[in-house]
C-alpha cells in the first residue's frame, strides 16, 4: 500500500511543477478542486504533494486537464503524474521519439557535392525497396519544422491520440 500526502491548490501545482497554467485551466480546475482525497468524485481532482500526483474522478476531467497541460509539459521542472478514479489507471506518459531522419531536398542540393547526392539516393532507394520487398507501403510523411506556428499543436495532437486523451 502506497501513502500519499498533501492537498495542492492549483496555485500550489504551478509552483512545484515551475509553470504557469493557462487562465482557461486555471478557470476550469479551480472550482473542481475536492478536498479530501479519498473517492474523487467525477468532474472533481485532488492533487498530492507526495508524490506528485493528481487524481481525477473520471476520464473526462483528466482528459481536460492532460490536455492543456501537455502543452506545458516540456516546460515541468518537475512532472506530474495524473490517473483518474473510474479503474486506477495511470494515464501514460508520452515522450517525443526521433523516430525518422529527415533532409530537406534544397539543403542536399545546396549542401552536398554530386558524388554524395547519388551515394545518399542510392541508400534511400536500398531502404525504399527493401521495405517493399517486407511489404510495406512506402513512408508518407507530413514534416512540420520546429519554427512554424504549427508545431507545437501538432505535437498536441499526436500525444492526445497516443496517450487516448
Same mark, same amino acid.
Given at each position: ?6 492537498? +495542492? ?12 497554467? &493557462?487562465? *482557461?485551466?486555471? @478557470? #476550469? ?7 479530501? $482525497? ?7 481532482? =485532488? ?6 500526483? %493528481? ?8 482528459? *481536460?486537464?492532460? #490536455? =492543456? +497541460? ?24 508520452? *515522450?517525443?521519439? @526521433?523516430? #525518422?531522419?529527415? +533532409? ?8 552536398? &557535392?554530386?558524388?554524395?547526392?547519388? %551515394? +545518399? #539516393? ?6 525504399? @525497396? ?7 507501403? &512506402? ?16 505535437? $498536441? $495532437? ?6 487516448? $486523451?
Amino acid at each position: 500500500m502506497s501513502t500519499y500526502f498533501g492537498n +495542492l491548490s492549483v496555485d500550489e501545482m504551478e509552483r512545484r511543477a515551475g509553470v504557469e497554467f &493557462p487562465t *482557461e485551466l486555471k @478557470d #476550469y480546475m479551480e472550482p473542481r478542486r475536492q478536498q479530501r $482525497a479519498n473517492n474523487v468524485k467525477p468532474g472533481k481532482w =485532488h492533487c498530492f504533494d507526495v508524490p506528485f500526483l %493528481l487524481v481525477c474522478g473520471d476520464i473526462e476531467t483528466a482528459t *481536460e486537464i492532460c #490536455y =492543456h +497541460l501537455g502543452l506545458l509539459r516540456f516546460d515541468f521542472k518537475e512532472p506530474i503524474r495524473i490517473s483518474h478514479n473510474e479503474e486506477g489507471i495511470v494515464m501514460p506518459d508520452f *515522450e517525443r521519439e @526521433d523516430r #525518422y531522419l529527415v +533532409l530537406k531536398r534544397s539543403d542536399i542540393e545546396k549542401y552536398l &557535392p554530386d558524388d554524395q547526392k547519388k %551515394l +545518399l #539516393y542510392f541508400v534511400a532507394g536500398n531502404i525504399r @525497396d527493401d521495405r517493399t520487398l517486407d511489404g510495406k507501403e &512506402p513512408l508518407q510523411c507530413v514534416v512540420v519544422e520546429h519554427d512554424w506556428p504549427e508545431y507545437e499543436t501538432t505535437w $498536441a $495532437a499526436i500525444e492526445r491520440r497516443v496517450t487516448g $486523451a
